[in-house]
């Protein structure tokens, strides 16, 4: 029998968003809790499957972690790209690795809620009115205001239009972006040290690469004005953690809405989840009913065709 691992199933959503009946005679475990990040204490519980299915980046599989699962023979990741697999050395172990499509406009989406969250001081606002208040806050507008856009590709040009349909003034910079594609878009480059000197609001949506580990950190947040908001739904470490939380601590910049962390899932101690002027969701950017029945339906198709023989969306097949 074929035994299934479905791992960080956080929301208890792979069984109902797909129809895993398909898969006859195989059985299927889920794991609704985190592993952690022991490599020991991973490879005891998950010995004796043949097929893991893991969301995209929550549990790694570098070539340690495979070499201490001898049964393994087909790791099923959400989405295309998954920088958490050593995808050569399951190669090397005859592993096959299979992604499935994931859907972009839930990121950006997010993004905006959290804005929109943290400028408007909704959960603020929210325990005030359950608490009995009335009006203990006072928010921002955006009209007119400069939203500063990091890497303006897929995400990062949708949240500029929505910057526009607010009428805000819409700024962009990364490594690669010119003039001439920030205007196709919309948006007016600038570099990155005006971006961060001029923008009442920065949004993050950019990639996590040695190019943008830690690309915002204390000289950046020394530039924000003490108004400014910082939003990051992309990669935590794209963000100077300590240089975030001295900022926030210090009121050098007026709040952050947050998605993203360094150790996820987030340590229930953190000193983050203490502060009051950011806006917090546990990287749920991604997380929408639509993306959970396309990745996990993919997902079964993926195993389906692997056990008859074939495979589906192979991402470590031979160069």
């Not at 805000?168 to 972006?177: D, G, K, P």
């Not at 950046?220 to 794209?238: C, Q, V």
Request: hydrophobic share 45%; with cysteine.
């Amino acid at each position: 029998m074929t035994r299934i691992a479905v791992l960080d199933d956080y929301q208890n959503a792979a069984l109902t968003a797909a129809d895993w009946s398909v898969l006859a005679g195989c059985e299927i475990e889920v794991f609704t809790e985190h592993l952690g990040w022991d490599e020991t204490i991973i490879a005891a519980a998950l010995a004796d499957f043949q097929v893991i299915v893991c969301m995209r980046e929550r549990t790694a599989f570098p070539k340690s972690q495979l070499d201490k699962l001898p049964n393994l023979k087909l790791l099923v990741t959400t989405g295309m790209r998954n920088l958490s697999i050593d995808m050569n050395g399951a190669r090397a172990r005859g592993v096959v690795v299979c992604g499935t499509q994931m859907l972009g406009y839930p990121a950006y989406e997010h993004a905006w809620a959290l804005i929109l969250a943290v400028t408007k001081k909704i959960p603020f606002e929210d325990q005030t009115m359950k608490s009995g208040g009335w009006q203990q806050g006072v928010g921002i507008g955006l009209h007119d205001k400069t939203l500063g856009i990091l890497g303006l590709g897929k995400l990062g040009s949708a949240a500029a239009r929505i910057g526009n349909a607010f009428e805000m003034e819409v700024i962009a910079w990364s490594q690669n972006l010119t003039a001439a594609a920030a205007a196709a878009q919309d948006v007016t480059w600038v570099d990155k040290n005006e971006l961060f000197e001029r923008s009442d609001v920065i949004s993050i949506h950019m990639i996590l690469s040695e190019r943008t580990r830690g690309l915002v950190g204390e000289s950046e947040f020394a530039m924000m004005k003490p108004s400014s908001y910082l939003i990051n739904t992309s990669r935590g470490p794209i963000v100077h953690e300590k240089a975030m939380i001295d900022a926030l601590q210090s009121k050098a910049i007026a709040g952050a809405g947050i998605d993203v962390y360094d150790l996820e899932p987030l340590p229930a101690d953190h000193i983050i989840r203490t502060l009051e002027n950011v806006v917090l969701t546990g990287h749920t950017g991604f997380v929408v009913k639509e993306l959970h029945e396309l990745a996990y339906q993919q997902a079964v198709e993926n195993i389906k065709n692997w056990l008859s023989g074939t495979s589906l969306r192979v991402l470590n097949g031979d160069d």
